[in-house]
């Protein structure tokens, strides 16, 4: 991460929401499965949300992070950091306010994000949140 990269101002809850959408969306047309958003504002000073989603295969897992990826930057200006991208089990991309961890579904169920990361609160589903 560069200097000018940390020294970013914070975003607004609206430039939030608005990747929010777009995060969710992308995943959504790259048919991710079981998406589910955590949201994180007040619980943790990492990002505002945590999106999990599944793919069926690990070459699925590596193209929705990379499609993401560039979608983020196309549309919103944003350059991601991207990580687990060799194997592709689990992707972690990084967009600062989001977070968006992409499973195949046996590493998912294994790690668990989801129940160590609600804090007792239900995590959303897209249509919930």
């Not at 999990?52 to 992070?65: F, L």
């Not at 967009?95 to 609600?118: C, G, K, Q, T």
């Amino acid at each position: 991460m560069t200097d000018e990269a940390a020294k970013a101002p914070p975003a607004s809850a609206e430039e939030v929401e608005a990747l929010h959408r777009l995060v969710l969306q992308s995943l959504d047309d790259d048919k991710a499965e079981e998406v589910t958003s955590i949201p994180l504002a007040g619980k943790s000073s990492i990002a505002d949300h945590m999106v999990i989603a599944s793919g069926r295969s690990s070459r699925q897992v590596a193209a929705m992070a990379n499609k993401l990826a560039e979608r983020l930057k196309r549309e919103l200006g944003r350059h991601v950091r991207i990580e687990g991208l060799p194997v592709a089990d689990w992707v972690l991309v990084d967009a600062d306010d989001i977070i968006i961890h992409l499973f195949r579904p046996e590493v998912r169920s294994f790690y668990n994000l989801e129940r160590m990361w609600a804090f007792g609160d239900e995590p959303k589903s897209p249509g919930n949140a």
